[in-house]
């Protein structure tokens, strides 16, 4: 049982670029959520899914999409990277929606756009 | 609004000794549930605890324990004789706005980083 798995751990980008950043679960959770970490801001919430092939916005979608094909894999694609999308991104999932289900984290995405 | 505020933005303290992390939250939900998240050096986060907002009894679990007071809307963390192994990022999150399907999303403070001494 890993959990949430992220891949890549590292990624250096170029202005303009674009990039797939891959969450797998094996909890078999209805829930994913894609968060990413900037310094002194705790993390924001990007995008969301409620189930297979469902997605929504959360409070920071601009220059980023997801997809869900599969229960399992949340991705989340940057067409064309900017310096500002420099970020550490986490991915998470729940078993329920309830508001008591904690989420659980992947181990993050280091991502630098030069 | 829904906020999380950790004031203490760094805490270095020497091994052995106890600290407590604070967190206050805003929110008009009379629902709600309170998290302690735990990021060490490499970089995942841990869940530690989550709380709800019917349920104001202090929590042990160790050397950590939590008091969550409703009147002064605050839910803080303690770690009784700390160790090296404890220093990380500590945030603290509250469960938000519901989201489509009545999912929710965490709302995060900033955290604390706590760095212990040997």
């Known amino acids: 049982n890993a959990g949430v798995t992220q891949t890549p751990k590292f990624r250096v980008l170029k202005t303009g670029q674009s990039m797939t950043l891959l969450c797998a679960q094996d909890m078999n959770h209805e829930y994913m959520y894609w968060y990413r970490q900037d310094p002194g801001m705790g993390l924001r919430l990007i995008h969301y899914?409620?189930?297979?092939?469902?997605?929504a916005k959360g409070e920071v979608p601009d220059g980023y999409n997801v997809s869900r094909l599969k229960k399992q894999n949340f991705l989340l694609g940057l067409e064309s990277a900017a310096p500002s999308q420099t970020s550490v991104y986490f991915c998470?999932?729940?078993?329920?929606?309830?508001?008591?289900?904690?989420?659980?984290f992947g181990p993050g995405t280091r991502l630098t756009v030069t | 609004a829904q906020k999380v505020t950790q004031a203490q933005t760094e805490i270095s303290v020497v091994e052995k000794e106890d600290v407590t992390l604070d967190c206050v939250y805003e929110t008009r939900d009379t629902t709600y549930y309170l998290f302690w998240y735990k990021q060490p050096p490499s970089g995942e986060l841990v869940f530690l605890i989550r709380r709800n907002s019917f349920d104001e009894q202090n929590e042990i679990s160790g050397r950590y324990s939590w008091n969550f007071q409703k009147s002064t809307s605050s839910f803080n963390f303690t770690i009784t004789a700390s160790q090296v192994v404890d220093s990380a990022v500590y945030f603290c999150a509250l469960s938000g706005v519901p989201l489509m399907d009545s999912s929710y999303k965490l709302i995060f403070g900033s955290g604390t980083r706590l760095l212990v001494r040997p």
């Open positions: 998470a999932s729940s078993y329920s929606r309830l508001v008591g289900y904690e989420q659980y």
């Open positions: 899914s409620v189930g297979e092939g469902t997605t």
